[in-house]
T-cell receptor, first 115, second 113 residues
Framework: DTGVSQNPRHKITKRGQNVTFRCDPISEHNRLYWYRQTLGQGPEFLTYFQNEAQLEKSRLLSDRFSAERPKGSFSTLEIQRTEQGDSAMYLC?????????????FGPGTRLLVL | GDSVTQMEGPVTLSEEAFLTINCTYTATGYPSLFWYVQYPGEGLQLLLKATKADDKGSNKGFEATYRKETTSFHLEKGSVQVSDSAVYFCALSTYNQGGKLIFGQGTELSVKP
């Protein structure tokens, strides 16, 4: 068990460009969550998957954001036409729903800077 | 909607001092409560959790008790170390909301030798 991994760890892009982040969850975990964390704030929920189905999207997730989890394994988060306000740490977490209240395990995050 | 409120930081303590970080919550259901810690340059790590009223979570000398009557989950440690310097986040999740975590704003702790 190598934990949750995220790539890249850092991304610098120019405004208007598209970016894609990847998350590899813990192998037996069926739920995968995406959060966004800005400086000095707690993480905010963006979206989550159970297996390959995307079950909820936050109001924070504008039309420029899209997430996928093909085959219920890794997930990608794409931001189209990036804006400076998208600069943040993007966190991925995974969990297993076999227990009543599952525990989410977080990856190291991808830090995005939009110039 | 559900929310979590933490005491504001930063908190600066001397080594071996007693630590309390206050956390209160608002929830419509019966949440589970968590403390996560974020060390400089690292991701979030689960520190402890409690899933029902009066449960006490504990780990690495840290403790927190789920108090339904005061809707609180304060984090305590009897003797802090320099290595405890980090940002601490209180969070809740409810099963009927898909288990998503709702976080407080975080409290930065700095422990001086």
């Amino acid at each position: 068990d190598t934990g949750v991994s995220q790539n890249p760890r850092h991304k610098i892009t120019k405004r208007g460009q598209n970016v894609t982040f990847r998350c590899d969850p813990i192998s037996e975990h069926n739920r995968l969550y995406w959060y966004r964390q800005t400086l000095g704030q707690g993480p905010e929920f963006l979206t989550y998957f159970q297996n390959e189905a995307q079950l909820e999207k936050s109001r924070l997730l504008s039309d420029r954001f899209s997430a996928e989890r093909p085959k219920g394994s890794f997930s990608t988060l794409e931001i189209q036409r990036t804006e400076q306000g998208d600069s943040a740490m993007y966190l991925c977490a995974s969990s297993y729903t076999g227990q009543y209240q599952e525990t989410q395990y977080f990856g190291p995050g991808t830090r995005l800077l939009v110039l | 909607g559900d929310s979590v409120t933490q005491m504001e930081g930063p908190v600066t303590l001397s080594e071996e001092a007693f630590l309390t970080i206050n956390c209160t919550y608002t929830a419509t259901g019966y949440p589970s409560l968590f403390w996560y810690v974020q060390y400089p340059g690292e991701g979030l790590q689960l520190l402890l959790k409690a899933t029902k009223a009066d449960d006490k979570g504990s780990n690495k000398g840290f403790e927190a008790t789920y108090r339904k009557e005061t809707t609180s989950f304060h984090l305590e440690k009897g003797s802090v170390q320099v290595s405890d310097s980090a940002v601490y986040f209180c969070a809740l999740s409810t099963y009927n909301q898909g288990g998503k975590l709702i976080f407080g704003q975080g409290t930065e702790l700095s422990v001086k030798p």
